[in-house]
């Protein structure tokens, strides 16, 4: 816009003042301009993260990937298997009226042997009893094994517990046996049946509608809200085992903390509730304790539940930057502080989004420092704890040190509002959080212990949708406490429910220990041993 000549006043201050005024206004709206071109690379780069979100690459998605990878392969070997029988029946064709036997050279890799452990079973094809060419006696030679896996369906039963009645002929009274230990009133599912229905609803994410649906196609009609009465009894008697778990958890020195949302049916809505999960996992650094996971189950995610699941500990605390924990970290704390161990993987996650969708070189050079760290940190994985610290002061802390000079240099150049500097800041406010781990060996880089252990809620919350009510998400969180320690311990879960659950009852109080994962797995393999030496 230029000023008309008329406007321009032929006095010198007047000029001044105009020429000041002006040049305020150029400045204002440069201003503004930049503004409004920092906001729209920051919406460009909402947008960015939104699409890598929803098309992008993710584990999730990298799965999906893969099993339609994996399909596509299944239906290329499908079609090569095919048509190799195929040409092996037309061979056979061919060569009907010919005695040369032609060999068909396999193009697949010979398969490893069948478990060892399956039972089984010979069926011999029936020889000649003389020789096809003279007619001479015939003696074994020897003989030619073909292994095929086989399966036998899903078998039904229903056991009769009988219990005879005697009477005394000289004082007429009666005698019977006591009834046994049944977790259903009255004996209406045994004790595999129960495990079974508790494994498929919390381990495979089976509604019980949908189990009721598959049991009455095999001939069984068992009703949906039997089935939870059964849930419910199978929850109530294992309680023990889920409290005996929490202490083992708690008792440790150092444990992993995360909790997931989980939607619960209310009145006319769902409303989002949480599971919680505390991990104790030794085996990073050589310990000897078998790792447990105990759940919680809370309808918010108030900082009130932590420091009620938390009440009685005083360790390590490995978990993310949740502003719930920070009340378990205060040094008026009783019975003390709880020690705060950050997440790299957290604040990595930070820079490779940045990296991933803006190509931002500051990311990209904290992603390259951190995965160098994490590099030192696979080598050490399973070592004791001082050998961890070793390695960790003379090849670690000087990339750490490295590391955080190279931030706070970039950070100074960098303005508040920057995505690179939010990253940084995460990390530069906790930092005495995130270098905790050089100065103790049993610290681990990540939390990654937890964020496994929340895996199945994840996938469970698209199969059973919503947790009915409160009772429920506490019953959850009890089951998957079971399900997750014996997975944890390499323990079939529904073969030691269905052992657990059928002894449970006549099993001494004072020795429950023995009923534990990593108790079980070891009498298990001992009874076994016994078993086939005998």
């Known amino acids: 816009m230029t000023t008309p000549l008329d406007s321009v006043p032929d006095n010198l201050d007047a000029l001044k003042a105009a020429l000041a005024a002006e040049r305020m206004a150029r400045e204002m709206?440069?201003?503004?301009?930049?503004?409004?071109?920092?906001?729209?690379?920051?919406?460009?780069?909402?947008?960015?993260?939104?699409?890598?979100?929803r098309f992008g690459q993710s584990s999730e998605r990298s799965r999906k990937i893969l099993d339609q990878l994996e399909l596509q392969l299944e239906e290329l070997e499908a079609t090569a298997t095919e048509d190799?029988?195929?040409?092996?029946?037309?061979?056979?064709?061919?060569?009907?009226?010919?005695?040369?036997?032609?060999?068909?050279?396999?193009?697949?890799?010979?398969?490893?042997?069948?478990?060892?452990?399956?039972?089984r079973e010979r069926v011999v094809v029936p020889g000649p009893t003389a020789c096809p060419c003279c007619g001479g006696v015939l003696r074994k030679l020897g003989e030619d094994v073909t292994e095929t896996l086989e399966v036998i369906p899903r078998q039904w039963k229903v056991i009769q517990t009988v219990r005879e009645?005697?009477?005394?002929?000289?004082?007429?009274?009666?005698?019977?046996?006591?009834?046994?230990?049944?977790?259903?009133?009255?004996?209406?599912?045994?004790p595999s049946l129960l495990a079974m229905i508790l494994y498929a609803k919390f381990g495979q994410h089976?509604?019980?509608?949908?189990?009721?649906?598959?049991?009455?196609?095999?001939?069984?009609?068992?009703?949906?809200?039997?089935?939870?009465?059964?849930?419910?009894?199978?929850?109530?008697?294992?309680?023990?085992?889920?409290?005996?778990?929490?202490?083992?958890?708690?008792?440790?020195?150092?444990?992993?903390?995360?909790?997931?949302?989980?939607?619960?049916?209310?009145?006319?809505?769902?409303?989002?509730?949480?599971?919680?999960?505390?991990?104790?996992d030794d085996r990073p650094f050589g310990g000897p304790a078998p790792p447990a996971a105990v759940f919680f189950y809370s309808r918010d995610r108030s900082g009130e539940h932590p420091n009620r699941h938390l009440a009685g500990y005083a360790g390590i605390l490995q978990?993310?930057?949740?502003?719930?924990?920070?009340?378990?970290?205060?040094?008026?704390?009783?019975?003390?502080?709880?020690?705060?161990?950050?997440?790299?993987?957290?604040a990595r996650r930070k820079f490779f989004v940045l990296a991933d969708v803006t190509q931002a070189p500051l990311a990209i050079e904290a992603v390259r420092r951190i995965d160098a760290i994490f590099a030192i940190e696979r080598e050490i994985n399973g070592r004791t704890a001082d050998e961890r610290l070793a390695a960790r002061r003379s090849h670690t802390e000087p990339l750490v040190a490295e590391l955080e000079?190279?931030?706070?240099?970039?950070?100074?150049?960098?303005?508040?509002?920057?995505?690179?500097?939010?990253?940084m800041d995460y990390m530069l406010k906790r930092w005495v959080a995130f270098t905790r781990f050089l100065d103790d060996g049993r610290i681990c880089l990540t939390n990654n212990a937890a964020e496994r252990a929340v895996r199945g809620i994840a996938l469970g919350r698209k199969a059973w949708l919503f947790a009915g009510n409160d009772r429920g998400g506490e019953r959850a969180a009890s089951?998957?406490?079971?399900?997750?320690?014996?997975?944890?311990?390499?323990?079939?879960?529904?073969?030691?429910?269905?052992?657990?659950?059928?002894?449970?009852?006549?099993?001494?109080?004072?020795?429950?220990?023995?009923?534990?994962?990593?108790?079980?797995?070891?009498?298990?393999?001992?009874?076994?041993?016994?078993?086939?030496?005998?």
């Not at 709206?29 to 890598?52: C, F, P, Q």
């Not at 993310?320 to 019975?335: E, M």
């Not at 944890?488 to 059928?502: C, F, S």
């Open 319 to 346: 978990a993310d930057a949740y502003a719930g924990f920070n009340d378990l970290y205060g040094a008026k704390r009783k019975p003390g502080p709880i020690i705060e161990a950050a997440c790299w993987a957290h």
């Open 165 to 190: 009645k005697f009477t005394c002929r000289s004082c007429e009274k009666i005698t019977q046996p006591p009834a046994p230990f049944h977790v259903i009133t009255r004996g209406r599912a045994g």
């Open 479 to 534: 089951m998957y406490t079971l399900i997750e320690t014996a997975k944890l311990n390499e323990v079939d879960p529904q073969a030691w429910l269905a052992d657990v659950l059928g002894r449970i009852a006549d099993h001494p109080a004072s020795r429950l220990d023995d009923l534990l994962p990593w108790n079980w797995r070891k009498s298990k393999l001992t009874v076994d041993h016994v078993t086939a030496a005998a």
């Open 84 to 119: 190799e029988i195929a040409a092996e029946i037309a061979a056979s064709k061919a060569n009907q009226d010919s005695t040369v036997v032609r060999n068909f050279a396999r193009r697949k890799p010979v398969r490893a042997p069948l478990p060892a452990q399956l039972p």
């Open 405 to 423: 000079s190279w931030m706070r240099a970039e950070r100074a150049r960098l303005s508040r509002h920057a995505d690179v500097a939010k990253a």
């Open 206 to 280: 089976q509604p019980l509608n949908r189990q009721s649906d598959t049991y009455r196609r095999e001939g069984v009609d068992i009703d949906t809200s039997t089935l939870a009465d059964w849930v419910g009894s199978g929850a109530a008697v294992t309680m023990p085992l889920y409290e005996l778990i929490r202490r083992h958890v708690l008792a440790a020195t150092r444990i992993h903390g995360d909790d997931t949302t989980i939607p619960v049916l209310a009145k006319g809505r769902t409303t989002t509730g949480r599971l919680w999960t505390y991990v104790r």
């Open 29 to 53: 709206a440069e201003a503004r301009a930049s503004g409004a071109e920092a906001m729209v690379v920051h919406l460009k780069l909402i947008i960015a993260k939104m699409k890598r979100d």
